[in-house]
C-alpha cells in the first residue's frame, strides 16, 4: 500500500501506482499518492521523468476525464499523457485487458520467424527444423510447422 489507500508495485526503477476509481474523491487520493511518490523520489535526489509516465484506466464504463500531475523538471506542473494501451516488460496492456493485439503480435513476430527460417533452410529435414523452432523458442504450433515445411 502507497498512501491514502493507493497501490504501488515496484520492479527495478519502474513503479506503477494504482487505486480503483469510484468516485470524485478516488481521483484526489490517486492525486496525492502521485504527489507524496514525487516528494519522495525528491527527498533521496531520484528524479521522475514526467514524459515517460502516464495515465492508464482499465475497465468498460471508465470516465476518462479525470487528469493527473506531476511537477516536471522546470518545476511546472505536467499533465501527464492518457493511455488506451501500454507496454510494460514486454506485454501489450489495452484498456479492456483484451490482449488481442499483444496476442496478434506475438503471432506476427512468430510467422516473421518462420518465414525467415523457410527463405534460408529450403532444403532441411524435419527433424532439423524441429530442433531449430525449439532452440529458438521452445515450442511448435502444428500449424507454423506444416507452414513452414509446405513447398514454396
Not at 61 to 81: C, F, G, I, P, W
Not at 117 to 124: A, V
Request: proline share 3%; aromatic share 10%; with cysteine.
Amino acid at each position: 500500500m502507497c498512501c491514502d489507500e493507493s497501490y504501488i508495485y515496484v520492479f527495478a526503477d519502474d513503479a506503477k501506482i494504482y487505486r480503483h476509481i469510484q468516485c470524485p474523491d478516488d481521483c484526489k487520493l490517486l492525486q496525492n499518492a502521485l504527489v507524496r511518490l514525487q516528494s519522495w523520489t525528491q527527498k533521496w535526489l531520484l528524479s521522475l521523468n514526467t514524459t515517460k509516465c502516464c495515465v492508464v484506466s482499465y475497465g468498460r464504463l471508465v470516465d476518462k476525464s479525470n487528469t493527473y500531475t506531476l511537477v516536471d523538471h522546470r518545476n511546472q506542473e505536467a499533465v501527464l499523457e492518457r493511455y488506451d494501451k501500454v507496454k510494460d516488460l514486454g506485454v501489450l496492456f489495452d484498456d479492456k485487458l483484451s490482449f488481442r493485439e499483444h496476442i496478434q503480435d506475438k503471432i506476427n513476430k512468430a510467422y516473421m520467424m518462420l518465414g525467415i527460417i523457410k527463405r534460408n533452410f529450403r532444403h532441411m529435414t524435419i527433424p532439423t527444423f524441429i530442433l531449430i523452432c525449439k532452440t529458438i523458442d521452445g515450442a511448435i504450433p502444428s500449424r507454423l510447422l506444416l507452414f513452414c515445411l509446405a513447398p514454396l
